[in-house]
């Protein structure tokens, strides 16, 4: 761009020594120009900016999980107009810089620990002291899981069918995903070992009680 700028410069200078020449005439015309191609090129011009800010603030690298507005998936490339990003599901998704800048940016990959949390489902008919150790229990068997992080295990909900409870815990974020699936099995079989039940719903119309209809003579 300057070495295009100091040849038009130049070029208007030499012009300008001609007596029948105008160079204001050349300027404004290429004022005009340039406003005209400002705005064609405005949407470039903003990704080509949010590009430049991402690299200097950098709220995501290459090869860290993040989430925007609509996708999430591992960053494989930052350019100056497009990032792209490889979703869970092998999808490669191309985002421009200036939509990235302008939402929600959620970087899951950064942070070295995270937290999971589980939400069990428990019958009535067992103690909740008794439930509490159970989970507790399975937590503290748990290599993977922090102990020097906060461990909860809570009544969160009193539903009609069944006792709700949360658990949470705290696990490096390369380990998150395969902590909770290790934990939900070993859960719901220590669940099974203590004989606690986890509810099951029939919705069926055909099983709720009918009411009487007493019929009489007129």
Same mark, same amino acid.
């Given at each position: 761009?300057?070495?295009?700028?100091?040849?038009?410069?130049?070029?208007?200078?030499?012009?300008?020594?001609?007596?029948?020449?105008?160079?204001?005439?050349?300027?404004?015309?290429?004022?005009?120009?340039?406003?005209?191609?400002g705005?064609?090129?405005?949407?470039t011009?903003a990704?080509?900016?949010? =590009?430049?800010?991402?690299?200097?603030?950098?709220?995501?690298e290459?090869k860290?999980f993040?989430?925007?507005?609509?996708?999430?998936g591992?960053?494989?490339?930052?350019?100056?107009?497009?990032?792209?990003?490889?979703?869970?599901? =092998?999808?490669?998704?191309?985002?421009?810089?200036?939509?990235?800048?302008?939402?929600?940016?959620?970087?899951?990959?950064?942070s070295?620990?995270?937290?999971?949390?589980?939400?069990?489902?428990?019958?009535?008919?067992?103690?909740?002291?008794?439930?509490?150790?159970?989970l507790?229990?399975?937590?503290?068997?748990e290599?993977?899981?922090?102990?020097?992080?906060?461990?909860?295990? =809570?009544?969160?909900?009193?539903s009609?069918?069944?006792?709700?409870?949360?658990?949470?815990?705290?696990?490096?974020t390369?380990?998150?995903q395969?902590?909770?699936?290790?934990?939900?099995?070993?859960?719901?079989?220590?669940?099974?070992?203590n004989?606690?039940q986890?509810?099951?719903?029939?919705?069926?119309?055909n099983?709720?009680?009918?009411?009487?209809i007493?019929?009489?003579?007129?």
């Open positions: 761009m300057l070495k295009y700028t100091f040849i038009m410069t130049a070029i208007i200078i030499l012009l300008g020594r001609f007596n029948h020449f105008q160079p204001t005439f050349v300027i404004a015309t290429l004022g005009t120009l340039g406003m005209t191609v705005f064609t090129l405005q949407g011009i990704n080509f900016t949010s =590009g430049i800010l991402l690299k200097i603030f950098k709220p995501f290459i860290e993040i989430g925007l507005d609509k996708i999430s591992t960053v494989l490339n930052i350019d100056l107009f497009y990032t792209v990003l490889k979703t869970i599901d =092998g999808k490669i998704a191309v985002v421009p810089n200036n939509k990235i800048l302008l939402g929600d940016i959620v970087n899951y990959t950064r070295p620990i995270r937290r999971n949390e589980f939400f069990i489902n428990v019958s009535y008919h067992k103690n909740t002291k008794l439930i509490v150790d159970v507790q229990k399975v937590l503290d068997e290599d993977r899981v922090m102990k020097n992080k906060d461990i909860v295990i =809570g009544l969160n909900e009193l009609p069918y069944s006792l709700n409870f949360v658990v949470r815990c705290w696990s490096k390369e380990e998150l395969s902590v909770y699936w290790d934990l939900m099995f070993a859960f719901k079989k220590a669940l099974d070992k004989n606690i986890i509810p099951t719903y029939i919705h069926n119309n099983l709720l009680p009918k009411k009487k007493n019929k009489s003579n007129n």
